[in-house]
């Protein structure tokens, strides 16, 4: 068994910046790799997130990703991995690395969404983020569980992203 302690596992609401701060860990840490479950996923399966959620559900979905945590707890070291936002509740979360919550509020969230200027490619890809309603209820529903998961929490609406990255990297052992 590959000892993962020395992956950090980027967690927390879609949206909120897991993948951009994973790149952004990575510049400055090139001895680093990062990987994003929801890439994995596309990938061991050969199809998109989407059409795993629209031809199987859910509930195939989250299987599929506690595949990926067994593997990534067996065969990574090193790495910066950002996961899907309901990555958290896969049963050997820890045993991948140092869990990092990456916390920010709803509203913040929507508005990073919604107003990027590839707002509607990353409003696509998320669907568990079509309805406002709905998805302003599955976050609520996931903060606890994020909270308890985490080893780290990082408030991600009040700083540059570089800055949140070196502060990071200095607060943390890898190796």
């Known amino acids: 068994m590959v000892q993962s302690a020395n992956n950090l596992v980027l967690i927390g609401f879609m949206g ?13 840490r090139p001895d680093l790799y990062a990987l994003d479950t ?8 050969n ?4 059409k795993i959620f629209e031809n199987a559900g859910e509930k195939a979905f989250r299987a599929l990703e506690q595949k990926t945590a067994d593997w990534l707890a067996q065969n990574v070291q090193h790495a910066v991995i950002s996961t899907g936002g309901g990555f958290y509740a896969v049963n050997n979360l ?4 140092t869990v990092i919550y990456l916390k920010a509020d709803f509203e913040w969230i929507y508005r990073r969404i919604t107003t990027a200027h590839n707002a509607k490619k990353k409003l696509k890809k998320r669907p568990l983020f079509q309805e406002y309603e709905k998805a302003k209820a599955l976050y609520l529903s996931r903060q606890e569980g994020y909270e308890k998961s985490a080893d780290i929490v990082i408030d991600m609406q009040n700083a540059p992203v570089e800055e949140t990255a070196r502060k990071l990297l200095q607060s943390v052992t890898l190796f």
């Open 47 to 50: 199809t998109k997130i989407k």
């Open 94 to 97: 820890r045993q991948i690395g």
């Open 38 to 45: 929801d890439d994995l996923i596309e990938s061991f399966t």
């Open 16 to 28: 909120v910046g897991k993948g951009q701060l994973a790149r952004e860990l990575v510049r400055q």
